[in-house]
Structure formats: structure tokens, C-alpha cells
């Protein structure tokens, strides 16, 4: 059998590439190492953010207004609450290249925000406590995602809708053969006129030469009161401090709030497998100086989770075909920023599939910009 298109790693974006493909009527194989949702990869952990006015810059703003229209869209098709439309608190020190991005984004796509000092963050929500230099973009209808939950209904959809799927079954290479895509597993030999590599933090094992570098991240849960939920209005937070140093979090059910810190980690070998949360000391205390500091009424750290970024070198998504090999379509440096994303990266997937081409919204993210 010939598959129309092949996808080697099915976590958040080949997941979401299954299910559109397939509804496309494209005969399509999905592959992975695991079972999706998993984790071993970075989809897990039960919640992920989901912003507009983007501090990373604003050739995503396209990009992510595209996702909100396709979340909303699959939570009709799926029957299931996944968008969760909570309010986003953005922060950090006034005139820092993230809070520019925020506020160039937010005016130019005319974006539903609030402009708010330190002072007026504390009296609308008495609990975070920000420096009298910082300022704040408030997101109404920025929010978190059910993370787990998509990936699981868009994984069932898939196969609902015919969608081959090869799974606990890791991809050991890629390559061409009379003219198609020939990808090699522990369970034969499998052929297409078109693959998607989106196999997150692994992807060097399939094509070393992608300037893609694994690191292991960590996020905990903390003691945290009604206060912080989401009944009480405490919305999901993301801060930058004085150090450069990115910290996220979610409001808080049963009385644990959700944390992690965006930038650091440890850099990951290819053939080891990722240490669990605990096996570094530093693990639990990541979050506690930004925690006392900003959310001095959030308590000590309850449990968490490690889990593994594929960094690019400038953080921004790698979105594109191999050189000399067109009908390879790579996404991959999703830098632990590209859940949100999922739908409408799927989508391009299956634009590729069909049509062989990849939209002008993801120009900026060619591996050209590697090379010159």
C-alpha cells in the first residue's frame, strides 16, 4: 500500500495532522514510539497556555488566531470542552523586549487586551505582587487548553475516519525509494507520497543534521487556596523577571496551582532515556524564588513532572520541507511554545499532503534562516 501521507511522531502536531488529513479523505498512516497522549514527550501534564499577543513575536499572531478558530471548531466536532477561555496575565519589566512584543502584537491585530501597572494588577488581584517598575498586558480571552484530552479525541477522530495507526512502533529511518518516502520500523517498510517528521525532541535520531538541540524541563504543582482558581477569577500567568528568567502558570484546581519555568533546562542525550521529576535536586525549588517573589501566598511544591523541549536556536519553530526532498515536510524546534498551535500546524500538514505547498504564514520559520 501507498499512503498519501506518512507521519513519523503523533504527539501534538502529527495528531493533529492525522486528524485533518484523514478528514481530508487522504489515505494516511500515523506513527509513534508510545502510545499518544504519553509522556515522553512535551504534550503531557494535563493543561497548556494559549496567548495572542505574543511575547515571541508577532509572526505567530497569524498563526495563533488561525488555532483559536480551529480549537473552537473541534471542540463542536470532538463534543469535549478543551479551550478554556480564562484570562492570561502577561508580565514583566516595562520597555523588555517581551512586553514590546506583547504590546506590538496586541495594537497591531487589534487584539482584545488591558494595559495595567503593577499597582492596578495588585488591586485586581490582590495575590500577585509584581515590582512597581514592571508592567502587565491582560489577555480576556487568552486561557489554557485541556492538553491530553485534544490529543486523545483527535487520535480517536483520526481513526474514526480510516486513519492507519502504528503505535508503541518507533521510526528507525527515513529515506526515498522510486520515488516516494520510505519509512523503515521495527514492523516493516511503509511507503508515501508525502511525510511529516513531528517527532518532537527525538527528531536527530531520524535527521541528525536539523539544528535541533533535546532539553529536559520540569513543572510542578503547589499548595494553593481558592484563592488562585479559577472560580475566583485568578487567571494564567505569564511572567518575565528582571534576569531574563520566564515563569508560567495556570489557575489553580484542587487546590494546586500549576507552575514551570520557561527558559534553563538540561540539555538531553538521544540515547538516555529523560530523568523523572526528583532525580535533579533542584527540581521542586525551580519555581520557589519567582513563587515568593510574585504568588508569596502559593505554599510548597506538592508534586510534578519532567518533560522534553526540541529547542531551535533562536527558539522559534522550524516549519518546512528538507532541502532537495519536497515531499518531506519537517516541523520540528517547537521550543516549548507550540501546543497552542497544534490545529493549525496540522492543518499546513495536510495542506502539504494535498496540495504540495506550504502557506506564506510560515516563511519565517524556513530552515533557510539557518544558512543564510
Not at 521529576?277 to 520557589?288: K, L, Y
Request: charged letters at 20%.
Amino acid at each position: 500500500m501507498i499512503y498519501d501521507l506518512i507521519i513519523a511522531g503523533s504527539g501534538s502536531a502529527g495528531a493533529a495532522a492525522g486528524y485533518y488529513a484523514s478528514r481530508a479523505g487522504l489515505n494516511v498512516l500515523m506513527i509513534d514510539a508510545h502510545h499518544p497522549p504519553h509522556k515522553q514527550g512535551a504534550h503531557h501534564g494535563t493543561s497548556r497556555l494559549i496567548r495572542y499577543a505574543y511575547g515571541e513575536g508577532e509572526k505567530y499572531v497569524p498563526l495563533l488566531l488561525r488555532s483559536k478558530a480551529l480549537w473552537q471548531e473541534f471542540e463542536q466536532t470532538a463534543g469535549v470542552k478543551l479551550l478554556h477561555p480564562c484570562g492570561v496575565l502577561n508580565a514583566g519589566p516595562r520597555g523588555s523586549g517581551f512586553m514590546e512584543n506583547i504590546r506590538t502584537s496586541a495594537q497591531r491585530w487589534s487584539l482584545n487586551t488591558e494595559t495595567l501597572t503593577a499597582k492596578q494588577v495588585q488591586q485586581r488581584w490582590p495575590e500577585i505582587t509584581l515590582p512597581e517598575h514592571f508592567c502587565a498586558v491582560y489577555e480576556q480571552d487568552a486561557g489554557y487548553l485541556s492538553a491530553e484530552s485534544a490529543i486523545e479525541h483527535w487520535i480517536r477522530l483520526a481513526r474514526e475516519q480510516g486513519c492507519g495507526q502504528l503505535f508503541n512502533c518507533p521510526v528507525t529511518a527515513i529515506g526515498r525509494q522510486d520515488g516516494l518516502q520510505k519509512v523503515t520500523t521495527a514492523e516493516g517498510e511503509y511507503f508515501g507520497r508525502k511525510l511529516l517528521v513531528s517527532s518532537g525532541s527525538t527528531v536527530q535520531t531520524l535527521l541528525p543534521g536539523l539544528p535541533v538541540t533535546p532539553i529536559r524541563k520540569v513543572f510542578s504543582w503547589f499548595q494553593a487556596d481558592g484563592r488562585y482558581s479559577e472560580n475566583n477569577h485568578f487567571p494564567g500567568f505569564s511572567i518575565e523577571l528582571d534576569d531574563g528568567s520566564q515563569y508560567y502558570g495556570f489557575p489553580a484546581q484542587d487546590n494546586a496551582l500549576k507552575a514551570g519555568r520557561h527558559d534553563g533546562g538540561q540539555p538531553l542525550s538521544l540515547n538516555q532515556p529523560r530523568p523523572p521529576f526528583g532525580s535533579i535536586a533542584r527540581d521542586g525549588s525551580e519555581c520557589f524564588a519567582f513563587l515568593r517573589q510574585c504568588l508569596s501566598g502559593v505554599g510548597g511544591c506538592l508534586y510534578g513532572e519532567s518533560c522534553s523541549y526540541d529547542m531551535s536556536p533562536d527558539e522559534d519553530f522550524i516549519i518546512d520541507t528538507l532541502p532537495d526532498t519536497p515531499d518531506c515536510l519537517v516541523i520540528t524546534g517547537l521550543s516549548g511554545h507550540g501546543f497552542k498551535f497544534s490545529p493549525v500546524l496540522g492543518e499546513i500538514a495536510c495542506h502539504f499532503a494535498t496540495q504540495g505547498q506550504l502557506p506564506d504564514s510560515v516563511k519565517p520559520f524556513s530552515l533557510q534562516r539557518f544558512t543564510g
